[in-house]
Every structure is written in C-alpha cells, then in structure tokens.
C-alpha cells in the first residue's frame, strides 16, 4: 500500500520514507552484491524478476531499485575497485548506508560519453591534512538518477597530466572515481521532474574539487580505462532493467486491457468481441509474448557468464519500443477511462513515462540506427573484424588483408547460393529441429538468416567504411536482425514452455509478424541499395517469386483477444511475474470486476435467452429482480449478477475533483534552464 501511484506521483511527488525504508532493510539495492559483503547476489533472472513485479506496480519504486543493481558503483567496485574500495563499500552499498548515483551525462555531450568536457587535473593538494597526489575535478552533469539523495557519486570525467606527474602521457582517457557526496565542492539535491515519474533525478556539479588517487575505482593504475570499463558493465545492465520495465509494462497492458475490454460495453456486448478492439488485443497480446521470450532468453545468456553487447542493445531497444506500443494500443481500448487522471486511471502514468525508458541508457533512435547492426555486424561477421585489423596495420599485413577479402567474398558466393536455394524450396531445403506446427518456422527462419547474411555482406562489401554513414541502411539492416533474435528467443520459449498447444496463436502472432518484418526490412535496404542493379540481384535471390510473407492473419487475431477476454492457462503464463493488486486499488478492482463478470456470464445469458433483454449496468437491477422472481435464475446468481454489474460501475468510472483542487495549487517554484555558455 506505500506505492500508490497516484499518491506518489501527483500528491507527494517523491517516495513515501516507509517505502525507502522497506527497500533498504529488504536489501532491494544489493541484488547485484555478493553474499559475502552483505548483498542477495540474485541472479540476473532474479534480479530483473524482482524489476518487473515492482515496475507493474510503480515506475518510481521499480527506478529507485534498478540503478543501484544496474550499471553504477556496486556493479564497477565489483570488477574493478581495490580490495580496499569493497571492502569499504559494498557492505555499505548493501544494507543502504550508502545510497549511490553514477554520473557520466554532460550537457555538451549527450549520448556521446565518449566526448564529455569533465576533466580532472592530476596534482598535489592536501588531503586530512597532508599532502597527496590526486586530481583536482570539474564536472557539470545531469539526468542523473538518485543524484538528488545519493551519499556516495560515481563519477566519470576525463584525466589529463599536463605536468607530467605520474607519466609522459598528458592525455589519460575517461576515468571513474568514487566521491562521498559531503566532499566540500560536491553539488547535489535540486531535482528534474521526469515525465510520469517522480523517481530521484537531478544534476550534480563540482569545481576543482581535490580528490585522492585511491577514490579512484580500482586505484591509479586504473586511470583512463573508464570506457572499457563502462562499456563492460553496461552490457549486462543494459540487458536487465530497462528490458524487465518495457516486459512489465505489456504484461500489465494484457492483463488490464483484456479485463477491461471484457467488461466494458456497447450494444450490450463486451467491446472486446468487436473486430475493431481485437486487432489492438492482438498487437498487446502477441508483443507481450514476444518480447517476454527475448527478455527470458538474454538473462539466460547472461546468467551462463556471457555479457552480449549487441544483444542487451537489441532487448533495451525492442522492449522498450514494444511497450510503448503495447501502452498506446492499451490506451485506445480505454477511450475516455484512459485520459483522466485520478486514482482510478492506472494505465496514465505508464503512458506519460513512456519517453523515459525509450531515451535513457542509449537513445533508441542512436541504438537502432548505429549501435545494433554496426556493433554486430564487426563481433559476428567471420572476416570483417580480420578485414579491419589487417587494413589498420595494428594486426596483419597486406598478405593477411588479401586472405581475409578473398575468404569474405567466397563467404558472401556460397551465401548467395544457399540463399537461393532455400528461397527456392520456400524454405523446405533446409530442415527442422522439431516436427508439428512450429516447424515451418524453423525452416523460415533459417531462410530469412542465410537471406540477412547475404544482403548485410553485400552492403559491406559495396559500402566500404563509407557504410557507419548510411545510417537508414544499417537501420533497417537492424530490424532485420532484432527480429531475426525475436523469432529464435519465441521458438525457444514455446519449447521450454512444454509446446503448449493453447500458446499457438501467440507464437504464430509473433512469428508471423518478425518474419514479415525481417522481409520488409531487407527490401528496404534492396530499394536503397548504393548499386542499384546488384541490390536487383540480389533481391532476385532472396526474393525470386516475390514477397514470401504475410502479416499475422484476423483469425490468429482474433484467437488472441479472445484468450485475453477469459480466464486459462495462456493468458495466466502471458501475464505472470507481475503485481496484482488488492481490490482497493484502481487495478485491483478491474481485476475482481473481471472475475464477477466471468462468474455471472452464464446466469446473464440464461436472462438474455428467457427475457430477451441484455444486462447492462443501467437495467441491472430491475431485470435481475425480474429473472429471479420468474425462476430464470436463482437467487444466487442474481447476487452474482447485481455484484457484478456494481463492480463494472466502479471500473468504467473516471475520476473528478472540486475546481478548487484543481485551480488552485500553487505555482511550484523552478530554477529556469542556462543555456549553454549563459
């Protein structure tokens, strides 16, 4: 009950100190630290497990747990910092003693880290009353989260030796450094006000504040590796938090919107059953599935030791854009219900914060158009990487370069063929690891892979390093591959779910729409091709009769709304991980509403046969006194009845507020934006 959302964000707009209290004497921000300083060290399923049920139930809550289990000072100490350092800290970290905040956003540079102006001067200065070597640090920051609170600041800015102090270099690269917020010169506590959240977040500002060597994490010799450093941590973060909130959000999307769309009505029939509130049904339902199996699939990986950087770019990118769709077509089936705030709206704050996941941690339109293909097409191609070394000097010589291009062309010939082939056969040359109705997409699946190698080798190899400037292209090449992953991520999940036979319509949803997606993709990047007749050729090869593809058919659609309108197995595996609330909360009473309205369906349908009149609430309580007192039906299900329809009253009223309340609140005081060299 200490996160209700409307209390939180609109009242109070900050968390409640009992909450703060529970998450800390719980250990909510130590999932991440090992049993042995005094954390849980859950797992990453675990721990984006834990994101997600909070997440359904709060964005504030779930914000405030995730940074400090995500890329910050627990997660660099751990595989960085001195024995020292975590011995230090972790114990603190784990127990909430310390509450943390990492900054690495500046002004100027945005999502480019790579290029930020914070520096820090190496020199002497004193330090508990002694001289020490250290630097003196300037930084400028925001967006950073929990900064406003945080007692303890990870802080990346750029170290540079002019004096030549520790070394010739005057230049030592991006590095992070651990400061004790009560540091003299450390500026933090004004707030941002993020939109639809009122998680912690705030700038934080320091001049030639003196720091010792040893803040640094992981000591002098760690000084300018503070990129390899993030870029290592950020992997497996990146692939935990946003992810769970994006699957947080669509399973709550499923579960109310479904419930909802089987409450509602319109010509006394519930609004779900009409064609034009099933397609949005479909689209909830089968990106739910969709991006629940990515998201299962990636902490698999990372809980076997892996840190995937392209993949834990590809599930922020898609989950979080899956949301935001998941949310749209949720806040369509609400209509009016949708867009009046109050505490019973629960679908209004997700809609507001929907900007928030998509631009954090990587920006999704710099994620999907450089990140993703340009990071995967290096990593996994078998001979650009050598290509790339050799033609550098770094690693190869001339006869090395010649031996990788040649084996990259005769690699992008015997492409080529077995595409052809397998476009051919429509997929049937190749064959299927399982039998039954999925097969077919195993084979398609490996058709439309052998199709992406060919066209993303032919684009590399026509473009040269003329291609990380061809951002649509490497785009939509991206696409390609996200769904490529998508596609493998709901084959794997139907099988560890046992294949169950109910979870069909979902999996043909998904499959159906990654494989028509993929399709579209590759003919984007074929119509803008750099060489117009070779992308003719080789759409004649992967595409010789043609598109292959449909989008996800209205029978399919229709069989996912109608899962998500009833209570069964399917719809209780889409939804599941997720916080369901108590029938005092604006989505707990959708929730008990649901259940009436399915307990009741029968004992209305025996009153719309005998009476030929359709309960609504508006007739109920007239025509269930009727239908008992002609014996229609029995006294209990007449109870039943009137419960019902009471509760649907509940669920489809918005709230309202005196004028005065909502007029008369006073001009919330703000420190006005500087621009830049203002």
Not at 331 to 336: A, T
């Amino acid at each position: 009950r200490s996160l209700d959302d409307w209390d939180i964000c609109d009242r109070h707009r900050r968390l409640p100190a009992e909450a703060w209290e529970f998450l800390k004497r719980h250990r909510f921000f130590s999932m991440i630290i090992p049993e042995s300083y005094g954390g849980l060290e859950f797992s990453a399923a675990a721990n984006s497990a834990v994101v997600m049920k909070l997440a359904s139930r709060n964005l504030t809550a779930a914000v405030t747990v995730m940074v400090p289990n995500s890329l910050g000072p627990a997660e660099l100490l751990m595989h960085y910092g001195t024995e020292e350092q975590k011995d230090h800290y972790l114990p603190r970290l784990a127990s909430g003693e310390e509450i943390p905040c990492f900054a690495l956003t500046s002004p100027s540079a945005g999502s480019d880290a790579a290029s930020m102006i914070d520096e820090g001067i190496v020199c002497m200065g004193e330090f508990e009353g002694r001289e020490v070597l250290g630097l003196k640090v300037t930084w400028n920051k925001r967006y950073i989260t929990l900064a406003p609170v945080a007692t303890l600041l990870g802080l990346a800015f750029r170290a540079k030796d002019p004096e030549g102090l520790i070394g010739d270099q005057p230049d030592l690269g991006i590095t992070c450094a651990l400061i004790p917020t009560s540091t003299a010169g450390v500026q933090i506590g004004t707030r941002h006000m993020p939109i639809g959240a009122v998680f912690m977040n705030g700038p934080t500002s320091g001049s030639d504040v003196f720091i010792p060597m040893d803040w640094i994490i992981g000591g002098q010799k760690m000084i300018g590796q503070g990129w390899k450093m993030l870029m290592q941590s950020l992997a497996a973060g990146r692939a935990i938090s946003l992810p769970a909130l994006g699957v947080a959000g669509g399973k709550m999307a499923s579960m109310m919107t479904g419930a909802y769309a089987r409450i509602r009505k319109q010509f006394g029939i519930p609004i779900g059953y009409f064609e034009g509130i099933e397609e949005p049904l479909a689209r909830i339902g089968g990106r739910t599935y969709r991006m629940d199996a990515a998201r299962r699939l990636t902490l698999s990986a990372l809980d076997q030791g892996e840190r995937p950087a392209v993949l834990s770019a590809i599930v922020k990118y898609q989950l979080t854009e899956g949301n935001r769709q998941t949310i749209n077509d949720a806040m369509d089936v609400h209509g009016g219900k949708g867009i009046i705030t109050g505490p019973n709206n629960y679908l209004a704050h997700a809609y507001e914060a929907l900007p928030i996941s998509i631009t954090v941690e990587g920006a999704n339109i710099l994620t999907r158009s450089l990140i993703i293909f340009g990071q995967g097409a290096i990593r996994a191609h078998p001979w650009l990487l050598k290509e790339m070394n050799a033609a550098s000097g770094r690693n190869g010589t001339r006869r090395d370069f010649d031996k990788a291009l040649f084996s990259h062309v005769g690699y992008t010939i015997s492409n080529a063929v077995r595409s052809l082939m397998l476009a051919l056969s429509g997929g049937l040359a190749t064959s299927s690891p399982v039998s039954g109705p999925t097969a077919r997409y195993y084979r398609q699946m490996t058709r439309m892979s052998s199709a992406f190698a060919l066209v993303a080798d032919s684009v590399l190899l026509t473009l040269g390093g003329k291609f990380k400037f061809r951002e649509t292209l490497s785009g939509r090449l991206a696409d390609a591959l996200i769904h490529l992953y998508l596609g493998s991520a709901m084959l794997k999940r139907f099988e560890d779910d046992g294949r169950p036979e109910e979870d069909l319509p979902l999996l043909q949803w998904g499959m159906d729409d990654s494989l028509y997606t993929i399709q579209n993709s590759l003919l984007g990047v074929l119509r803008n091709f750099p060489v117009p007749l070779l992308g003719g050729l080789v759409k004649s090869i992967i595409f010789p009769f043609g598109q292959s593809y449909a989008p996800p058919s209205d029978p399919v659609g229709k069989a996912i709304a109608r899962l998500m309108l009833d209570e069964n197995a399917s719809r209780d595996r889409l939804i599941s991980g997720i916080y369901v609330s108590d029938a005092r909360d604006a989505s707990g009473k959708v929730n008990t509403a649901f259940h009436l309205v399915l307990d009741s369906a029968d004992a209305e349908q025996a009153i719309r046969t005998a009476l030929k009149e359709t309960v609504s609430v508006d007739n109920y309580a007239g025509l269930v006194q009727r239908a008992v007192e002609s014996g229609v039906i029995t006294e209990e299900q007449g109870a039943r009845v009137r419960l019902a329809q009471e509760a649907s009253i509940e669920v489809i009223a918005v709230d309202d507020f005196p004028r005065s309340k909502i007029e008369g609140q006073e001009d919330t005081p703000f420190r006005p934006a500087v621009a830049e060299g203002g």
